[in-house]
């Protein structure tokens, strides 16, 4: 079967998923996608393998027991978390009651705009990260999220659409111009969203992650450092099916700048992305290949 056919089968088994489970009360489909989410850990071996391989170097003091029994709590998390999406529209409808923002995490948010230099915002594949970016758009907060075209331009418009109907704006990483449209959102004093815990082919830097060098995109660091835009972090994180609270703080910018600074900023941000997935570890995304890259070795000494 050739790509083109198989991509074409996805996408229409997405779309008609999509409306299926969109029928569902949002509490029904969170527990049949948690369903699911078991069903593939049990099915999808390399995913599972690669999930356990990431838990184990994440944990290595761990049971293998903890580490198989939070393999399975992650898949049952994304499964829910992907089909809860699929209501959104019953999301929208009452998104404060599923998604709380506590008044302090907000106060930070808004105080970091107030300086007018814009905020690069900084989140990780933990919780929701999709409904986080959502939450803040609904609320009338101009946000522009940085993204990855797929492989499939028409998943690429799926995904695009989801986000525009929100209010939220897509900067396709590579598409021409993408840098300036970057710096213009910050100039303009608006959000600007990026997910930097994952190893992709993107300028980055090596920053210790669970103990191991990690390779991870430098961007939100080059962009702060920059712009002199605010730092903030912040996390959707599960409290129970189709329950989600936010959580937000600033991050201050290194002193001086150059490679140094980049650096600094970068391990700063992944160590605090650390330790929220450190608070519900299957929230993350363990099938992952996390440290898949590693620093180039220097050369032996010459004789």
Not at 69 to 77: D, I, L, N, S
Not at 222 to 251: I, N
Request: glycine share 6%.
């Amino acid at each position: 079967m050739s790509k083109r056919v198989k991509r074409t089968l996805r996408y229409g088994l997405i779309r008609l998923a999509l409306a299926v489970v969109g029928l569902l009360p949002i509490n029904w489909a969170s527990r049949v996608g948690a369903a699911f989410g078991t069903l593939a850990f049990a099915l999808a071996g390399r995913e599972r393998r690669k999930a356990l391989e990431s838990l184990t170097t994440a944990f290595p003091d761990w049971a293998i027991a903890q580490r198989e029994e939070t393999a399975r709590k992650c898949f049952r998390h994304l499964g829910a978390a992907a089909f809860e999406l699929a209501c959104i529209h019953q999301l929208d409808a009452q998104m404060p009651a599923h998604v709380a923002w506590p008044a302090e995490d907000r106060a930070r948010l808004d105080a970091a705009l107030a300086r007018q230099r814009g905020v690069v915002f900084i989140s990780g594949h933990i919780g929701n990260w999709e409904l986080l970016a959502r939450r803040v758009s609904l609320e009338g907060y101009p946000c522009q999220t940085i993204a990855k075209e797929t492989s499939d331009s028409r998943m690429t418009a799926l995904v695009e659409r989801f986000r525009a109907s929100a209010k939220l704006k897509s900067i396709w990483r590579g598409q021409p111009g993408a840098a300036k449209h970057m710096l213009r959102a910050l100039k303009a004093g608006e959000i600007l969203g990026l997910l930097i815990d994952q190893d992709t082919n993107v300028q980055s830097v090596f920053v210790p992650f669970f103990g191991k060098p990690a390779k991870t995109p430098r961007a939100a660091a080059d962009l702060a450092l920059r712009t002199q835009a605010a730092v903030v972090l912040g996390f959707c994180q599960r409290q129970g099916p189709a329950q989600y609270q936010v959580s937000m703080e600033e991050v201050p910018l290194p002193k001086g700048d150059g490679e140094a600074a980049v650096e600094a900023l970068t391990a700063t941000l992944t160590a605090r992305i650390e330790a929220k997935i450190r608070e519900a570890p299957e929230q993350w995304v363990w099938m992952h290949q996390r440290w898949k890259s590693q620093p180039l070795l220097p050369p032996p000494p010459s004789t």
